[in-house]
Nanobody, 127 residues
Framework: QVQLVESGGGLVQAGGSLRLSCAASGRTFSNYAMGWFRQAPGKEREFVALIRWNSGNTYYADSVKGRFTISRDNAKNTVYLQMNSLKPEDTAVYYC????????????????????WGQGTQVTVSS
């Protein structure tokens, strides 16, 4: 059974940085796509970033492009989300996600396309 455990959330001032981690376990993740979604209060879940486990290729939402970086450590089975230049509108619960096949860019932004979700970690950016 795949398990995803996020950590690294917290409170930060606007302009600051945080790094989220997602520890994955339960199987090998070759050919998997892993990523991050977020959900702000009263809003739908929003795609943030995706990484292809084998190739390391990445894909980002326009709202975070140039500020966030997704990466993975194969040896540790961990995915990271480095968040810089944070804005109050980045405040949300951030979820780690995984699916066993590589999605198209359209499918990548669809929450229901992912088989596995972590429990979420809160990120709060104060103005």
């Amino acid at each position: 059974q795949v398990q995803l455990v996020e950590s690294g959330g917290g409170l930060v001032q606007a302009g600051g940085s945080l790094r989220l981690s997602c520890a994955a376990s339960g199987r090998t993740f070759s050919n998997y796509a892993m990523g991050w979604f977020r959900q702000a209060p009263g809003k739908e879940r929003e795609f943030v970033a995706l990484i292809r486990w084998n190739s390391g290729n990445t894909y980002y939402a326009d709202s975070v492009k140039g500020r966030f970086t997704i990466s993975r450590d194969n040896a540790k089975n961990t995915v990271y989300l480095q968040m810089n230049s944070l804005k109050p509108e980045d405040t949300a619960v951030y979820y780690c996600v995984a699916r066993p096949t590589i999605p198209t860019t359209v499918v990548a932004a669809t929450p229901s396309a992912y088989d596995y979700w972590g429990q979420g970690t809160q990120v709060t950016v104060s103005s």
